[in-house]
């Protein structure tokens, strides 16, 4: 049996099923319609006080019914898949799609020519599956992380850590006779870290998470979470705040790449645009920044936590360069807005799980390397910040105003890091700042932290940087 007939026989349906169901989707008109049913376990193991003492699994099981009619969406989700219960969420989707006063004219179904049941390559081929994971497999590595995190610094009072790990099967078919499959793992591994000195007390955490499988899960990951938590976390207590100001700004690379995921990136995404609220709305094909950076979303970095085979509706994945040499070649597509603008689907129609409809969202964000070193770009700032930890942030997409929390950094002064800093606050705008980078390192890293994206739902992402300077942010600090 094929790995398709195989999630068929999950989901307890036949071809003639899937068919039917899309015809009575699109009983009331319509000019698109697909299914989406997900099965997916979801596994926690923590850590505290240095005993593993709290575990959990969830289950998830459903699937929903989207049409598409002009620019009308009727969506409707069941989370039981009988033919009856399925029915009924057909009839509803195709029903509040028909009844609308939607503008009935840009949904082409003629526009894509995909292949049925696609044929590819895993980017996440799973040697030792979750699914037959035991715990007792899984405790081990977690008690050598509170030991080590334990044993590096005597200042250590409390370490908190956590395994989790995820399953989801997935199958999709639509009324274009594309039918595929996808076996979706993932897993991360977090650790925080407590210290206190002299009645101070400090924390710092670090997490890797990726698409892959028990194989991942290694000494040498522990030990490089152990180590990074404790270098965080330790750096902290020498750290002062700096004064604010406006200032340059120096990016450190991997991390920062929060600030392009955000402040940037969800400005590419079609929808944005499409509805005229992304500054980037008139910008397609313009001059946006310097031409040493070109952007990158990509869905096909092998075992990446932001990839996909393929996205939530049906769309093999692919690497979409959306600034290339400095100008906006592309937005980010879900079927939807590739209509709209008349261009090929980029795979970035995305949904939290099947009871959501899909959304153009980010895989994994990231510039590509400049012609700079990370030293000469320290090396040209006189006086300015070196911001290498990012936490949360805040973003306006129709301005592209934004703040971020920088956990932790360096002063520059004259060219050379000197004095600790953390607790800042980076203050700009976000089409200004990509256009105020004036110089791009040759260092891009993709950070591999446990990032995720909400935009009404949420999705696993990732995103990475090289070394960039931005010519002036505002620096929030100590007046």
């Given amino acids: 049996m094929t790995e398709t007939g195989k999630m068929m026989a999950l989901f307890g349906v036949s071809t003639e099923d899937l068919q039917f169901l899309i015809k009575t989707a699109l009983s009331e008109g319509?000019?698109?319609?697909?299914?989406?049913?997900?099965?997916?376990?979801?596994?926690?193991?923590?850590?505290?006080?240095?005993?593993?003492?709290?575990?959990?699994?969830?289950?998830?099981?459903?699937?929903?019914?989207?049409?598409?009619?002009?620019?009308?969406?009727?969506?409707?989700?069941?989370?039981?898949?009988?033919?009856?219960?399925?029915?009924?969420?057909?009839?509803?989707?195709?029903?509040?799609?028909?009844?609308?006063?939607?503008?009935?004219?840009?949904?082409?179904?003629?526009?894509?020519?995909?292949?049925?049941?696609?044929?590819?390559?895993s980017l996440y081929r799973v040697k030792e599956n979750w699914e037959t994971t035991a715990i007792s497999q899984k405790i081990p590595y977690l008690k050598e992380l509170n030991d080590l995190i334990f044993e590096a610094d005597s200042r250590v009072n409390k370490v908190m850590a956590r395994i989790s790990d995820s399953n989801s099967s997935i199958l999709y078919y639509n009324s274009e006779g594309t039918l595929a499959s996808d076996v979706r793992p993932m897993f991360s591994l977090v650790a925080t870290c407590i210290m206190e000195k002299n009645g101070r007390v400090e924390n710092g955490s670090s997490s890797r998470s990726f698409r892959a499988g028990f194989e991942f899960l290694t000494k040498e990951l522990v030990k490089e979470i152990a180590q990074d938590v404790v270098k965080r976390t330790s750096f902290l207590?020498?750290?002062?705040?700096?004064?604010?100001?406006?200032?340059?700004?120096?990016?450190?690379?991997?991390?920062?790449?929060?600030?392009?995921?955000?402040?940037?990136?969800?400005?590419?995404?079609?929808?944005?645009?499409?509805?005229?609220?992304?500054?980037?709305?008139d910008k397609l094909g313009k001059t946006i920044c310097s031409k040493d950076i070109s952007v990158v979303d990509d869905g096909t970095i092998p075992f990446?936590?932001?990839?996909?085979?393929?996205?939530?509706?049906?769309?093999?994945?692919?690497?979409?360069?959306?600034?290339?040499?400095?100008?906006l070649t592309s937005y980010l597509h879900d079927r939807i807005s590739a209509s709209y603008y008349k261009t090929p689907p980029t795979g970035n129609g995305r949904r939290e799980s099947f009871r959501?409809?899909?959304?153009?969202?980010?895989?994994?964000?990231?510039?590509?390397?400049?012609?700079?070193?990370?030293?000469?770009?320290?090396?040209?700032?006189?006086?300015?910040?070196?911001?290498?930890?990012?936490?949360?942030?805040?973003?306006?997409?129709?301005?592209?105003?934004f703040t971020f929390f920088v956990k932790s950094g360096y002063l520059i002064e004259n060219g050379k890091l000197t004095t600790p800093v953390k607790d800042i606050n980076i203050i700009g705008n976000g089409p200004e700042a990509l256009a105020d980078i004036v110089a791009v390192a040759n260092n891009s890293r993709v950070d591999n932290s446990t990032w995720t994206c909400g935009k009404e739902q949420y999705c696993a992402v990732s995103c990475g940087m090289p070394s960039v300077l931005v010519k002036k942010l505002t620096v929030g600090g100590i007046d």
């Fill in 356 to 401: 959501y409809m899909p959304l153009p969202r980010m895989r994994a964000t990231y510039m590509e390397n400049g012609n700079s070193t990370e030293s000469d770009i320290i090396a040209s700032v006189k006086r300015g910040i070196f911001a290498d930890n990012f936490s949360n942030g805040q973003v306006q997409i129709g301005a592209g105003d």
């Fill in 30 to 121: 319509g000019d698109f319609a697909d299914l989406y049913f997900e099965y997916s376990t979801a596994n926690e193991l923590s850590l505290r006080d240095s005993e593993v003492n709290s575990t959990g699994t969830h289950i998830d099981y459903g699937m929903g019914v989207r049409v598409l009619y002009g620019d009308q969406t009727g969506y409707a989700y069941t989370e039981v898949t009988t033919m009856e219960e399925m029915i009924k969420a057909a009839k509803v989707a195709s029903k509040i799609a028909s009844h609308s006063n939607a503008n009935k004219s840009f949904i082409n179904p003629g526009l894509y020519n995909l292949q049925e049941n696609p044929g590819y390559l």
């Fill in 304 to 327: 990446n936590r932001g990839s996909i085979n393929f996205d939530d509706e049906g769309i093999p994945s692919q690497k979409t360069y959306m600034v290339t040499q400095g100008v």
């Fill in 237 to 281: 207590f020498e750290a002062v705040q700096p004064k604010g100001g406006e200032m340059p700004v120096v990016m450190g690379s991997g991390s920062s790449g929060i600030l392009l995921h955000e402040a940037i990136g969800h400005a590419f995404e079609a929808d944005f645009n499409r509805q005229g609220t992304s500054i980037f709305a």
